[in-house]
């Protein structure tokens, strides 16, 4: 097709502001999908994705409209629009030319809406503001149309107002889209090069690339080099997701598209990476993207019943179609082999092992999550640390550094208080205030990660009443004040339930981890201590108290000695119980440190 009539943009927009339902409705009325097999979100495949509404993978389609008589080529990516799926938009505005920016009529202008109007200013695309939900109630389109004039400067003469659910105004965006996005520029006839913007692995076919023609052509049959990896293959199937799987002969610059080439595992490709012809090479590769920055880290290990070999096995194939996360094999002297796994965050955390029980069908016992620390070290070296028994001797750090983000929270003006107060508590240090209108407040806040980790965004939706939203993004690390604090169950150090946490906070966080800790555990034949500490001083001590039983309950009459020794005989079994007796510590106490603070 002329280069001149295709058109490449992303939809991108806070949570819950409908950019799937927007996808449906263009390829609604592109005809794309019959009328028999629409449903709601048709772009997300993914059980979870339509259990919890929301969008987890960045979905690639391909349309055509027909607008003034002239048939156009729409490559569109619905992308996420929770914080922690973030990687997945910069990937998707980076294989686009343009977007288009959703928001909520009835909300306004968001956190994640700021966020990803940044990350496309800063792709270089052009921009077409979309308001959606004009037809609900509570809608105030105009008002909404100049807060994003006023936060965002774009102008509100470009707005484009839309109902995706009822269809309303979509005509009109497809005509903007004609005429206010730019075509793609590559040129058919220069050396192929082209942008994996994504990947999945497929049991009979290998590794399926998306790829983003940038410049050149490419042919099934071709021989092709991934310049990354300085590796050849032979192109086996090459075509267009419409949203069925349609192959095709070729793709020319500007189109996005699949491949296939018998590549055997998700490791052999990179996403970001370059392909180019074998024979006539580009003479660079494209610039790509950074690796994703994994920021929450937790151990699994094989429950009761279940083998490592298990787990192992299910990690690799769930890695084969998800390569944002990673896992390293790890050892703990309570809970035996495991795997450390790293996440972009918790939500993303939560979505892998609900993938694990379900798809694969393996129960694990899971730590709580923690964040990276840095750790300089007497010597100079620097050195990053994901769980707390990961640290080296105290007498040998020099310095132990927290990451800190960057957060903007939205928040209506009567409970700015309310905020002010929930990040002070947080160790927030507050950097400024915007008004985006007069009962919208931005708060920009730099925080410490781990402060923020478990149970902040619930805090913060309950102190505005729902209507507060946030995102953050990495600054850095900081020198602070933190220690480790160690649990004990029985004297023996368990490194899973172990955490790195600031000086001031050590003993209220000890006394009510343990507290919650003993209501977990049950009770055994033998007297259980619990106790929490930060080097050789304890903080906090708890007892689980043996079961009692009778054993002089059928000696009766006689001399008192004979019920002496059966106390006597009982006290030894105890005490040598005691000495080789294991406590089982039940998955639900690795996440009581997560449970919100009272």
């Known amino acids: 097709m002329d280069q001149q009539k295709i058109r490449n943009f992303s939809i991108i927009a806070h949570i819950d502001h409908g950019k799937s339902t927007l996808a449906d409705r263009l390829l609604q009325l592109s005809g794309a999908v019959a009328l028999r097999d629409l449903k709601e979100q048709i772009l997300d495949e993914m059980d979870l994705e339509r259990e919890r509404g929301i969008t987890i993978k960045a979905s690639a389609v391909t349309i055509e409209m027909v607008v003034d008589g002239e048939t156009y080529m729409f490559n569109l990516i619905d992308t996420p629009g929770h914080v922690d799926f973030h990687y997945e938009v910069d990937r998707a505005l980076a294989a686009c030319d343009g977007a288009l920016l959703v928001v909520d009529a009835t909300q306004g202008v968001q956190a994640q809406t700021v966020a990803n109007a940044y990350a496309a200013v800063g792709n270089d695309l052009e921009i077409i503001p979309v308001v959606n939900k004009i037809d609900l109630p509570g809608a105030s389109p105009e008002d909404t149309a100049i807060e994003i004039e006023h936060v965002l400067g774009i102008s509100a003469d470009n707005v484009q107002f839309i109902s995706a659910k009822s269809g309303v105004g979509i005509p009109e965006l497809v005509k903007a889209v004609v005429e206010h996005l730019p075509p793609p520029k590559g040129d058919p006839a220069a050396p192929l090069q082209a942008l994996i913007f994504d990947s999945e692995y497929n049991d009979y076919r290998g590794v399926i690339c998306y790829i983003r023609m940038v410049a050149g052509t490419i042919s099934k049959g071709q021989k092709i080099l991934l310049m990354g990896r300085q590796r050849t293959y032979l192109i086996t199937e090459l075509g267009k997701f419409r949203p069925r799987v349609t192959p095709c002969q070729t793709l020319s610059a500007g189109e996005t598209g699949y491949m296939v080439a018998s590549i055997k595992t998700l490791k052999d490709v990179t996403v970001g990476d370059t392909i180019t012809d074998a024979v006539h090479p580009a003479p660079k590769a494209l610039p790509g993207?950074?690796?994703?920055?994994?920021?929450?880290?937790?151990?699994?290990?094989?429950?009761?019943?279940?083998?490592?070999?298990?787990?192992?096995?299910?990690?690799?194939?769930?890695?084969?179609?998800?390569?944002?996360?990673?896992?390293?094999?790890?050892?703990?002297?309570?809970?035996?082999?495991?795997?450390?796994?790293?996440?972009l965050g918790l939500l993303h955390m939560e979505i892998v092992q609900e993938r694990l029980e379900r798809e694969c069908g393996v129960s694990v016992v899971q730590t709580a999550p923690s964040v990276t620390y840095e750790v300089l070290l007497q010597n100079g070296e620097i050195k990053r640390v994901e769980a707390a028994g990961d640290l080296p001797d105290p007498s040998a750090i020099e310095e132990l550094r927290e990451p800190w983000v960057e957060m903007q929270i939205i928040t209506p003006d009567e409970s700015v208080g309310n905020v002010m107060k929930l990040?002070?508590?947080?160790?927030?240090?507050?950097?400024?205030?915007?008004?985006?209108?007069?009962?919208?407040?931005?708060?920009?806040?730099?925080?410490?990660?781990?402060?923020?980790?478990?149970?902040?965004?619930?805090k913060l939706k309950s102190g505005t009443r729902g209507y507060g939203t946030m995102d953050y993004h990495v600054i850095g690390f900081r020198a602070g004040d933190l220690v480790k604090l160690d649990i004990m169950v029985n004297h023996t150090k368990v490194d899973a339930l172990s955490l790195i946490c600031h000086r001031s906070s050590a003993d209220r966080r000890g006394r009510k981890f343990l507290i919650r800790l003993r209501r977990e555990i049950g009770r055994q034949q033998f007297e259980v201590r619990l106790q929490a500490a930060i080097g050789s001083r304890i903080l906090a001590s708890e007892t689980i108290k043996p079961f009692r039983k009778n054993v002089t309950a059928k000696c009766y009459g006689g001399d008192v000695t004979r019920k002496r020794k059966l106390l006597e005989k009982q006290k030894a079994g105890k005490k040598r119980m005691k000495n080789i007796g294991n406590v089982e510590i039940p998955q639900k106490a690795f996440m009581t440190v997560l449970e919100p603070e009272d």
Not at 444 to 449: I, N, Q
């Open 423 to 458: 990040a002070e508590m947080r160790r927030g240090e507050y950097k400024r205030t915007e008004y985006l209108s007069p009962q919208r407040v931005m708060l920009t806040y730099d925080f410490p990660f781990g402060d923020i980790l478990y149970d902040f965004y619930d």
């Open 289 to 343: 993207y950074k690796p994703p920055a994994l920021m929450v880290f937790c151990d699994f290990y094989p429950s009761s019943g279940e083998s490592y070999d298990n787990l192992r096995e299910a990690l690799e194939r769930l890695s084969l179609n998800d390569s944002s996360f990673t896992y390293n094999p790890q050892h703990s002297d309570a809970l035996g082999p495991g795997y450390r796994c790293g996440f």
